[in-house]
Structures are given as structure tokens and as C-alpha cells.
């Protein structure tokens, strides 16, 4: 008998029973949760992505993050902050220098991968489920070794995260000068919570604290690791919740850019 440490891979070490799982709590409801979660954000960000209006706030200088920074020459001069190097063609998004790597580091989160391996692969589904597929290859092997380059797109996440809070530090801004409404709460938000989701990643956290064999030797990165440490435990939440924040900053945006709503001011 084969035991299941000296099994070839891709073979599924599993007791022989009949049935498919023994589980009789609700496990299906996580990845069904995921599913359309994941979905619904999926196709509000490629509508409005691609929408190519409604992400500038002249009087207040409110630029959503799905159009920072506006690269192309189709963005208003005003809402390019950091120069047009692009043709606007329609198929281009107006932050095809960001969106990408944002895509990427997404996509090869540790917990995303957990996140959509289970409910949109099914591989597996929930603990003491079968895997959906007939095989298990990995991320040793490509596509899937792609993943290893999680780390690379953290560096870009960073930078990123940079230009937004550049964005939320511009918007402070009115007519009269300077100036504060609701719309500079929610970039502000967006920015600490993208920050704190950044900060999180677990590559973050092996920069931040790995490779140490002595941590008394290194009190400043100790310190640092220890904070880096208890973010990196809240990462599921903080993925979800920008995933959030985005949404609702872009909708904000575009809903007073769009005049469907004013903007609550508290300072001019
Ligand atoms: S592990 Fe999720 S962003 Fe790095």
C-alpha cells in the first residue's frame, strides 16, 4: 500500500468512501460568497474602467483611483498629474501604467489565490472536500509558477499606493483654495486602508522581518515585523475591505463628477 507522503504527485490520497464529502455544514456557502463578491467587483471595475468619464471633480480635485494617474491623451490636462504618454484609444485605460500591476499583485495575493482556487477552480472547495479537477500540478509549473512574482508586484503596490495618497493630499482643494468635504474623508480612507493592505502582504512581511536570525540584533526591524506581523493576521479582511473602499471612493467620485449629487463640504 501506498502511503500518501510516497505518493506520485497528482495522485489523490483519499479513504475509500462513497460519498462525495462527510460534511454536512454549509462549506459551499464561503466560495459561493467568494464567487459572486469577486464577480459583481470584477464587472463594476471593467464598466467603469472602461467608461473613460465621470473620474474628476473639478471644482475639488477628487481623481478616482481606477483613472491615477491619468496617462493618455484623452484625460483632462488638469487630472494628469504626472504627464499623457498614451493614445486615447478606447481599449487603453486611462491608468494603463497602474491598473495592470494593481491586477497582478491582486491576482497573486496569498490570500486571493486561496480565495479563487477554492470557489471559482474548486480546488478544493472547503477542507474534506474533493479537489473539482482529476489532478494537482501546483504553482511549480507555468502558468501558475507566475505566482512566485508576487513579490516583485508588491514594490509596484507600493509605489502606487504612493501616487494615491498624493491624489488625497491634491484633493484638499476648492475654489477659494484650500478646502474639505466628505469626497476628501473617502480618499482618505481609501488611502489608509490600501496602505494597511499593503503593508500587510506577507511579502511585506518577510522584507520587513525575514532573514533574521537574530532578532535582539535588530530592534528597529523587531518592532517594525511585530506591526507588519498583526496587520498580516487582518490580510483576508483588509483584501475585502478595499476591495470596498475602492469601489465606494470611485462610485463617489463619479456620482458628484457626473452632478447626480453635491459634494458635503465642510471647509469652502
Ligand atoms: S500576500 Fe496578499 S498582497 Fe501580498
Given at each position: 500500500m501506498t502511503s500518501s507522503a510516497t505518493k506520485p504527485r497528482g495522485v489523490r490520497a483519499r479513504?475509500?468512501?462513497?460519498?462525495?464529502?462527510?460534511?454536512?455544514?454549509?462549506?459551499?456557502f464561503a466560495p459561493l460568497i467568494t464567487v459572486i463578491g469577486l464577480s459583481a467587483w470584477v464587472a463594476y471595475a471593467t464598466v467603469r474602467v472602461f467608461?473613460?468619464?465621470?473620474?474628476?471633480?473639478?471644482?475639488?480635485?477628487y481623481l478616482t483611483p481606477f483613472y491615477?494617474?491619468?496617462?493618455?491623451?484623452?484625460?483632462l490636462p488638469e487630472a494628469s498629474h504626472f504627464g499623457q504618454y498614451l493614445?486615447?484609444?478606447?481599449?487603453?485605460?486611462?491608468a494603463a501604467f497602474t491598473l495592470p500591476f494593481l491586477l497582478l499583485f491582486r491576482l497573486t495575493c496569498y490570500y486571493y489565490r486561496k480565495a479563487y482556487y477554492r470557489?471559482?477552480?474548486?480546488?478544493?472547495?472547503?477542507?474534506?472536500v474533493p479537489d473539482g479537477h482529476a489532478s494537482y500540478g501546483g504553482e511549480t509549473r507555468f502558468p501558475l509558477i507566475v505566482q512566485n512574482s508576487h513579490r516583485y508586484f508588491f514594490y509596484f503596490a507600493a509605489i502606487i499606493s504612493l501616487i494615491n495618497t498624493w491624489d488625497a493630499i491634491l484633493a484638499f482643494h476648492s475654489p477659494e483654495g484650500f478646502g474639505f468635504g466628505l469626497g476628501n474623508l473617502i480618499l482618505l480612507g481609501n488611502v489608509v486602508m490600501l496602505w494597511a493592505y499593503t503593508i500587510s502582504c506577507h511579502s511585506c512581511r518577510h522584507i520587513i522581518?525575514?532573514?533574521?536570525?537574530?532578532?535582539s540584533k535588530h530592534p528597529v526591524r523587531y518592532r517594525a515585523w511585530g506591526y507588519v506581523s498583526w496587520l498580516n493576521v487582518r490580510h483576508m479582511q483588509l483584501a475585502w475591505i478595499t476591495l470596498g473602499t475602492l469601489a465606494l471612493t470611485d462610485f463617489y467620485v463619479m456620482a458628484v463628477s457626473a452632478e447626480w449629487i453635491s459634494d458635503l463640504r465642510f471647509i469652502n
Open positions: 479513504a475509500a468512501i462513497a460519498a462525495k464529502t462527510l460534511r454536512t455544514d454549509r462549506w459551499w467608461m473613460h468619464k465621470w473620474y474628476w471633480v473639478e471644482d475639488y480635485h491615477s494617474p491619468c496617462v493618455t491623451d484623452r484625460c493614445p486615447g484609444w478606447w481599449i487603453i485605460p486611462d470557489s471559482f477552480w474548486l480546488s478544493p472547495p472547503a477542507c474534506a522581518g525575514g532573514r533574521l536570525k537574530t532578532f
